[in-house]
């Protein structure tokens, strides 16, 4: 483990976060998340939050499960237009989403930037869209391959957080999620050692300082995604400045994804108190 800058005390809650991205249509969703449901335990999450991302078609009837099973995780979304409303074929707005009670959206996804031409324009426009209809973005950074190999992971961290940050009130960021993902690890079955995604959640937290102030940087959660499983959770959960992570393929299946939510308590001997 490396050290911690001084400011950064782990007082922020963990989060864990399954991000679905085109996987399971709603009645997949639906045994998913009732299967979820039924494992989860009160001990579970009572030191670690919890949220799902299905894809839109689903929402509604995860939504309608959480809410009337009283399953303790958030729901989330994927993405959503920068509008509110208009003509706009094929988009889902900020206020739809609010409206069906989602409550952190991830915004600006290496996945949207790279096949659907996601500008950092864009992504902050998105952002800014989100926390006007009071929900949290999950701001999304991280470099490629050539980007790490040529020493440019921090130069490329620093100009995405800048693009989609600059600007906003301190407070309106205290509330924010950033989410690391390295784009060479996910879904490579290659995770960021645990000392290089602390390495990546410090700085992303010191950029956090340049831009928004101590105390918003502070309480920012920074979660690391990118090939999280259950075997890796708890290393890069016992680092000071991963605050979670954002899951992708082992989130699909209920039982392994609730292994990396156990993973994640900060209880576990590992974690720093
Ligand atoms: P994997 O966990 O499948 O690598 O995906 C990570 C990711 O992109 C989550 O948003």
Same mark, same amino acid.
């Given at each position: 483990?490396?050290?911690?800058?001084?400011?950064?005390?782990?007082? *922020?809650?963990?989060? #864990?976060? /399954?991000?679905?991205?085109?996987?399971?249509?709603?009645?997949?969703?639906?045994?998913?998340?009732?299967?979820?449901?039924?494992?989860?335990?009160?001990?579970?999450?009572?030191?670690?939050?919890?949220?799902?991302?299905?894809?839109?078609?689903?929402?509604?009837?995860?939504?309608?499960?959480?809410?009337?099973?009283?399953?303790?995780?958030?729901?989330?979304?994927?993405?959503?237009?920068?509008?509110?409303? /208009?003509?706009?074929?094929?988009?889902?707005?900020?206020?739809?989403?609010?409206?069906?009670? #989602?409550?952190?959206?991830?915004?600006?996804?290496?996945? @949207? @930037?790279?096949?659907?031409?996601?500008?950092?324009?864009?992504?902050?426009?998105?952002? *800014?869209?989100?926390?006007?209809?009071?929900?949290?973005?999950?701001?999304?950074?991280?470099?490629?391959?050539?980007?790490?190999?040529?020493?440019?992971?921090?130069?490329?961290?620093?100009?995405?957080?800048?693009?989609?940050? *600059?600007?906003?009130?301190?407070?309106?960021?205290?509330?924010?999620?950033?989410?690391?993902?390295?784009?060479?690890?996910?879904?490579?079955?290659?995770?960021?050692?645990? #000392?290089?995604?602390?390495?990546?959640?410090?700085? #992303? @937290?010191?950029?956090?300082?340049?831009?928004?102030?101590?105390?918003?940087?502070?309480?920012?959660?920074?979660?690391?995604?990118?090939?999280?499983?259950?075997?890796?959770?708890?290393?890069?959960?016992?680092?000071?400045?991963?605050?979670?992570?954002?899951?992708?393929?082992?989130?699909?299946?209920?039982?392994?994804?609730?292994?990396?939510?156990?993973?994640?308590?900060?209880? /576990?001997?590992?974690?720093?108190?």
């Amino acid at each position: 483990m490396t050290p911690s800058s001084p400011d950064t005390a782990p007082t *922020r809650r963990p989060l #864990v976060s /399954g991000n679905w991205k085109m996987h399971h249509d709603h009645i997949e969703a639906l045994h998913t998340v009732r299967d979820l449901g039924l494992r989860l335990k009160p001990e579970d999450i009572a030191q670690v939050d919890v949220t799902l991302h299905p894809p839109f078609t689903d929402l509604r009837t995860v939504q309608t499960l959480l809410e009337g099973e009283s399953i303790p995780v958030a729901l989330g979304a994927q993405h959503c237009n920068d509008h509110d409303r /208009g003509a706009y074929t094929g988009e889902v707005s900020p206020q739809m989403l609010a409206r069906l009670g #989602v409550r952190y959206v991830l915004v600006g996804h290496s996945e @949207r @930037r790279q096949h659907f031409a996601m500008s950092d324009d864009l992504v902050a426009a998105t952002l *800014r869209a989100v926390l006007r209809h009071e929900m949290t973005p999950v701001l999304c950074v991280g470099e490629t391959e050539e980007e790490r190999a040529a020493g440019l992971t921090e130069e490329r961290l620093s100009s995405q957080l800048d693009a989609a940050l *600059r600007g906003l009130d301190p407070s309106q960021v205290a509330g924010m999620v950033v989410a690391y993902e390295p784009i060479w690890a996910i879904g490579t079955g290659r995770a960021a050692t645990s #000392v290089d995604a602390e390495d990546a959640c410090l700085f #992303v @937290r010191e950029t956090l300082r340049a831009l928004a102030g101590p105390e918003a940087a502070q309480s920012v959660r920074v979660q690391y995604g990118g090939s999280v499983n259950p075997e890796n959770a708890a290393d890069l959960m016992a680092e000071p400045d991963v605050d979670g992570l954002l899951v992708g393929g082992a989130s699909l299946d209920a039982a392994t994804f609730l292994e990396i939510v156990r993973a994640s308590r900060p209880a /576990g001997p590992r974690r720093r108190g």
